[in-house]
């Protein structure tokens, strides 16, 4: 659906619902109301691209029968977020006890505030034949909603006011905008009683699945709690293990390679690379959410500054100066884009009890490998990625993946991952991070990302003066006889999960 211009009237918004709903039709004629699935152009699509990849991030919602909860799913473009939308109302048009003519689907690109306020009016009295004993709830699924100005606002009235109140509703979003005040406007007292995950964070495949689509043959050891990630039951895991180190690697450079979006995983597994035209639709996206009035070469140049960068802190004033702008807030506004895009991470200094040092340099990690190989592979000349910082970029992105998965939102919040400083000056990559446990509370494992095939010893001493053990991330070394245990990176990323 796309309305542009004006006010949208009551005809047009009515026609574009029908058309992003077929199953009511479907359903009142009594055929079968999961048919549209054949005729649907991105379920076609994907089936050009398809490795057997499914997110799963919906599963518990598109099981049905609506509950009045409330969940925002945010993650970059190209992750899968419209995918996930429509294989829930797949699974919902044929779940029993629930009327497909219960579900409505609101493709919400073009839309302003006004149109989704009459759209829940709508959308209602043209279901209103289910409601003919009693009022029955529905289930939402809104497309990109947060590119409306005002969207929150819009549904804190109605939950606050209507029926709308008692749906379930699932919210997509390629932007988190702190301006939208998503958490006190939706989150605070709006998100229903159910104890589903509320802030669901899609991003592209993590190295686990990307294992399970691509190299099915491997061995996966249990997904472990980034504060055990040396429990003896890992050691037992991982010695099971030993004899796969070098597939485990050699996996790992091709994620390095081609990263987790699903499209990007199936061309670079059929052709073993990715596509020019996929890589420019990337470009694109982060051009439109970036920088869209800049010339082309803009964004290529602002990636490729910041992947030079990626592993130490950033320095903003110096990095504004080489990257072109005039400004440091010019270069900060940019930098805070990309994070609402979900296309940087932050990783930020902190002390040993895990907090943040207020005002302190971060480090910054794209959030996907393949957006580090954008620049050199569409602008002839800029620098190329490394490996050993492919590493630890994709091992920050995992960890953090991991904490949020434990605690919802702290990704948004921009508080999972942090390095910290050692008197001699030193840096230990990811230093501990406080995450709920069975217990309460505990730390991460501290580790040190270190793509080596030998001599990880002397850098594990930093990492036991200061805190007695760690983890070294290795390329390919297993070495579990010490305080600090050798693991190799994709081993840790898959503990990780």
């Known amino acids: 659906m796309v309305l542009l211009g004006g006010k949208v009237r009551d005809d047009e918004l009515r026609r574009a619902l029908s058309d992003a709903n077929p199953w009511w039709a479907a359903a009142a004629a009594g055929r079968d109301p ?11 699509d994907r089936r050009q691209f398809d490795l057997g990849y499914r997110s799963g991030i919906l599963d518990d919602i598109a099981s049905g029968p609506p509950d009045g909860s409330l969940a925002i799913l945010t993650g970059p ?15 919902l048009c044929g779940c029993r006890g629930m009327d497909p003519r219960q579900l409505i689907h609101v493709p919400c690109d073009g839309m302003a505030a006004r149109d989704l306020r009459r759209v829940l009016t709508l959308a209602r009295v043209l279901t209103r034949s289910v409601d003919l004993e009693q009022p029955q709830p529905r289930v939402w699924l809104f497309d990109e909603v947060s590119g409306i100005s005002g969207w929150t606002s819009v549904f804190k009235a109605a939950r606050d006011n209507t029926l709308f109140g008692d749906d379930t509703v699932v919210a997509t979003g390629s932007r988190w905008v702190s301006q939208d005040d998503i958490q006190a406007n939706l989150l605070a007292g709006r998100a229903g009683r159910s104890e589903r995950r509320r802030l669901r964070q899609l991003l592209p495949m993590g190295f686990r699945d990307f294992l399970a689509a691509t190299r099915p043959e491997l061995a996966l050891p249990q997904r472990c709690h980034p504060a055990r990630l040396m429990d003896p039951s890992v050691a037992e895991d991982l010695q099971a293990l030993a004899y796969g180190v070098d597939d485990y690697d050699l996996a790992w450079q091709d994620y390095l390679g081609c990263g987790g979006f699903p499209r990007a995983v199936a061309e670079y597994q059929r052709t073993g690379a990715v596509g020019r035209p996929y890589q420019r639709d990337l470009l694109a996206w982060l051009r439109a959410d970036v920088d869209p009035d800049a010339p082309l070469e803009s964004v290529p140049q602002l990636l490729a500054t910041l992947m030079e960068r990626m592993t130490s802190p950033l320095d903003q004033q110096k990095t504004a100066a080489v990257a072109g702008y005039g400004s440091r807030e010019a270069f900060g506004l940019r930098l805070q884009r990309l994070v609402n895009s979900h296309a940087l991470l932050r990783c930020r200094h902190r002390l040993d009890d895990g907090r943040a040092v207020a005002r302190a340099q971060s480090k910054a990690y794209f959030t996907d490998p393949l957006l580090a190989w954008l620049p050199s592979a569409l602008s002839p000349g800029l620098p190329r990625p490394t490996m050993p910082c492919l590493s630890e970029m994709a091992l920050g992105v995992c960890l953090a993946r991991a904490i949020d998965g434990l605690e919802e939102g702290r990704w948004v919040a921009d508080d999972t991952i942090g390095y910290s400083r050692t008197s001699s000056g030193n840096e230990i990559d990811f230093s501990p991070v406080r995450v709920p446990t069975e217990e309460g509370s505990g730390l991460t ?7 080596v095939d030998d001599g990880w010893r002397r850098e594990a001493l930093v990492l036991e003066g200061r805190y007695g053990r760690g983890v070294m991330a290795t390329k390919s070394i297993l070495d579990l006889e010490h305080p600090s245990w050798a693991i190799p990176a994709p081993l840790v990323a898959c503990l990780l999960g």
Not at 34 to 44: D, G, I, M, V, Y
Not at 77 to 91: E, H, Q, W
Request: hydrophobic share 45%; glycine share 4%.
């Open 34 to 44: 999961t048919a549209w699935q054949e005729a649907n152009r991105t379920l076609r």
């Open 445 to 451: 494992i501290p580790i040190e990302s270190k793509w």
């Open 77 to 91: 473009r190209r992750a899968g977020k419209t995918v996930a939308l429509l294989d829930a109302a797949l699974s």
